[in-house]
T-cell receptor, first 112, second 114 residues
């Protein structure tokens, strides 16, 4: 079946540091890929998405590129802020069955 | 539109009791998903509907769990004979069948089984 593997957290960075959170996936066909974010005390919300190979999703300074050859969708941000502290989830949507599978999440803490 | 609504937000029950959660999706969304999330884990898929049809149900889901979406609008998730291991956050999400299947989540219903 489909699966998503994320790097384990927590990740602690100083403000303005570079962020990478690794995500790899296993799926049949060509799924859509997503990053969702859960801020403290809030519900899950979409951060960015990519629907086909080589697409780059971006939002709020975050980026991720759909790499079919390495089955990866790593999340990056050039300069993190304290307000980016949250849990980040990588996810995929199977085009056939439309079931959405999530990774276990990576907690990011940004310190001033 | 007010987004995805879930009720109740928190339910405390004794082991062996039945509980029911309700989800009202975004009105134009035809897909509705239920997930379970425990502390430190990602959302675990339970089931999903397209309109009123339940298209997939997790094999991990015991027979004590049942979900309905009778008119293709709101949905209910019932847990019978609750166990302490059922304590979790139950998340509902909805989406459109067209496009990239972006899920909009509700705030969740937290279940505590004593």
């Amino acid at each position: 079946g489909n699966s998503v593997t994320q790097m384990e957290g927590p990740v602690t960075l100083s403000e303005e540091a570079f962020l990478t959170i690794n995500c790899t996936y296993t799926a049949t066909g060509y799924p859509s890929l997503f990053w969702y974010v859960q801020y403290p005390g809030e519900g899950l919300q979409l951060l960015l998405k990519a629907t086909k190979a080589d697409d780059k999703g971006s939002n709020k300074g975050f980026e991720a590129t759909y790499r079919k050859e390495t089955t990866s969708f790593h999340l990056e941000k050039g300069s993190v802020q304290v307000s980016d502290s949250a849990v980040y989830f990588c996810a995929l949507s199977d085009l056939g069955y439309q079931k959405v599978t999530f990774g276990t999440g990576t907690k990011l803490q940004v310190i001033p | 539109d007010t987004g995805v609504s879930q009720d109740p937000r928190h339910k405390i029950t004794k082991r062996g009791q039945n509980v029911t959660f309700r989800c009202d999706p975004i009105s134009e969304h035809n897909r509705l998903y239920w997930y379970r999330q425990t502390l430190g884990q990602g959302p675990e898929f339970l089931t999903y509907f397209q309109n009123e049809a339940q298209l997939e149900k997790s094999r991990l889901l015991s027979d004590r769990f049942s979900a309905e979406r009778p008119k293709g609008s709101f949905s209910t998730l019932e847990i019978q004979r609750t166990e302490q291991g059922d304590s979790a956050m139950y998340l509902c999400a909805s989406s459109l069948s067209s496009g990239a299947n972006v899920l909009t989540f509700g705030a969740g219903s937290r279940l505590t089984v004593l």
